[in-house]
């Protein structure tokens, strides 16, 4: 009997301890951690969502949505197109146009500061070379526009009598309006201080700049009103005030000119044929060194002159065919002092009506071309009806005479 118990608890002992630890635990004990999920474990498909605080969505709700403006579609540079106006353009940058003609039937050009091609607006930016060359407008209207006006933009346009709308421009280039013999007025000049080469040349029946400050004027190009005779102006000592260049030719012809012609220090030069055959009466040449060819010839209205000590050399007809002129002092009466080196050929040739001329300097220190002022070793003054006559010699010695 206790052999078979002894077996029976050996065999209960054996069965118990095949039996897993986990198994025999109570619901009240704690268990073995649970295993941590690795990107492995997520299923396949399955999103996962961002984790966003409070405050994130908080800002989110008060913050407006921004949509992106697309970018303005250009042509392409060179484009060319007509507006509804009959204004041909060209494009010439991003957004910038230029003109370049019209159409036959327009003749009262209006010039728009901005115009819309294809729903897009571009920037009107200036007027292309020869653009109206020889056209039949008879007005022009810039719109208070900023373009730049080219070469030859509206040479030969006979048949323009008005221009207006300038307010803007600063500069006309050169040619721009050269030949335009109708033209009589040009309109709200006030921020012009550069004029190019004969822009306004032979404007024959040009009368009046409106707005034009003379006194702002810093260049004034070769030829600019030349051949101007309606066009007037009275000069006084702030007239150039402003100007930096003056160009070969700039008023010849304008005999609508008078007064007196007062260069600022910056200029020391009076270029070729800048006055002829206008109507001034004087010339102050204080700081001037070199008087240019044919600079005052056929100026009628010159009956004196009085130049300056600084002036080394008067040009070449320089006063030719001055025909009032009675008086000629070179130097400072009495101070001898007078700098200048050369009278060149026919500087007063034809000028009949001198009697009286006088050079604050030795006669020898001169070179004098030609035959219009007889050779001599003294300063002295020239009786006489003109240069090329005979004259007597002149004195050794002679006191420096009053001019009449």
Request: a negative charge; aromatic letters at 6%; one cysteine or more.
């Amino acid at each position: 009997m206790k052999k078979k118990f002894l077996a029976l608890v050996m065999t209960l002992s054996m069965v118990l301890s095949l039996v897993p630890m986990t198994a025999l635990a109570t619901e009240g004990e704690p268990t073995a951690e649970p295993k941590q999920e690795t990107q492995a474990d997520v299923q396949v498909g399955q999103k996962e969502e961002p984790t966003v605080s409070v405050a994130e969505k908080e800002g989110a709700e008060d913050k407006p949505m921004v949509q992106e403006t697309p970018a303005t579609s250009y042509a392409a540079n060179g484009t060319a197109f007509t507006s509804d106006t009959g204004v041909k353009y060209k494009v010439t940058g991003t957004g910038e146009v230029e003109v370049t003609g019209c159409d036959a039937s327009v003749s009262k050009l209006v010039i728009p500061q901005t115009v819309f091609y294809k729903d897009v607006e571009y920037k009107v930016v200036s007027v292309a070379q020869r653009a109206f060359l020889n056209s039949a407008l008879t007005d022009v209207d810039f719109s208070g526009t900023t373009v730049e006006i080219n070469q030859f933009a509206f040479a030969g346009c006979k048949s323009l009598i008005s221009i207006i709308g300038m307010d803007n421009i600063t500069n006309i280039g050169k040619q721009a309006f050269t030949s335009c013999s109708n033209l009589e007025k040009v309109s709200n000049l006030s921020k012009v201080t550069s004029i190019g080469f004969a822009a306004f040349m032979n404007c024959t029946n040009l009368t009046t700049l409106e707005g034009l400050n003379w006194q702002s004027l810093e260049d004034i190009g070769k030829q600019v009103f030349a051949n101007d005779e309606k066009l007037t102006i009275s000069l006084d000592e702030n007239t150039f005030k402003s100007l930096k260049t003056l160009g070969m030719g700039a008023f010849s012809g304008m005999i609508g000119m008078t007064g007196t012609v007062v260069l600022p220090e910056s200029i020391t030069e009076i270029p070729e044929s800048a006055f002829s055959n206008t109507g001034i009466t004087d010339v102050d040449f204080s700081h001037v060194t070199s008087i240019g060819k044919q600079a005052f010839s056929n100026c009628e209205g010159i009956t004196k002159l009085n130049v300056s000590d600084s002036v080394t050399t008067i040009g070449e007809k320089a006063f030719q065919g001055c025909k009032n002129l009675v008086s000629v002092q070179i130097g400072d009466p009495g101070k001898g002092s007078s700098k200048l080196k050369s009278i060149q050929k026919g500087a007063f040739n034809k000028d009949i009506a001198i009697t009286y001329f006088y050079m604050e300097c030795n006669q020898a220190d001169v070179t004098i071309a030609g035959s219009d002022i007889p050779p001599g070793s003294a300063p002295r003054c020239l009786p006489g009806p003109g240069f090329g006559a005979s004259l007597p010699p002149a004195p050794t010695a002679l006191p420096a005479p009053q001019p009449p």
